[in-house]
């Protein structure tokens, strides 16, 4: 009985301690924090880029396609822009992020062109490097060309959560 209760003890003195630290910590971290807020002190380089292109069903232009900007991350993407394509099929997207490294930017197509499923086809598609400006305002735009949605892409999935 005397052992249980040393135990017990112990674990209430350091959880005492590890809460301790956490709430000093946490402190710390909300009298900073609005610092950072009122100065809008980013670490980093704010990067630009832009993609346009033209999307088809067959001969038909794929109107009202949902593409989505994403910068790639290891866990989970940041979402920087989304639109859906003109009457036409075409689009433009742009956006920005404040990054210490190079952002990796890329392109999500959601259609439905040729598929009767509940959920829609992805294709993804990279940006290069070289289009990735400094700055607020892209200085080139990658332009994908037309694109004939049909078609079967390499790494092409199917998504029901975009």
């Not at 402190?27 to 880029?49: E, R, W, Y």
């Not at 866990?75 to 433009?92: H, K, M, P, Q, Y």
């Not at 210490?100 to 040729?114: E, G, L, W």
Request: net charge negative; hydrophobic share 45%; glycine share 6%.
């Amino acid at each position: 009985m005397g052992y249980l209760a040393i135990t017990i003890l112990h674990i209430a003195v350091s959880t005492r301690r590890t809460v301790s630290k956490m709430l000093r910590l946490s402190a710390l971290l909300l009298l900073v924090s609005p610092v950072f807020g009122v100065f809008d002190i980013n670490i980093g380089t704010v990067q630009s880029v832009a993609v346009k292109g033209k999307l088809m069903c067959d001969t038909v232009p794929a109107n009202n396609v949902k593409v989505k900007l994403y910068e790639d991350e290891a866990v989970l993407d940041v979402l920087l822009d989304e639109r859906f394509t003109d009457a036409d099929g075409t689009f433009t997207i742009e956006g920005k992020k404040t990054e210490v490294t190079s952002i990796d930017p890329k392109i999500n197509i959601y259609h439905r062109c040729n598929y009767d499923g509940i959920c829609f086809k992805k294709i993804t598609i990279v940006i290069p490097e070289a289009f990735v400006t400094n700055g607020e305002t892209p200085a080139k735009v990658f332009d994908i060309g037309e694109l004939n949605l049909a078609a079967k892409f390499q790494g092409q999935s199917t998504d029901c959560f975009n």
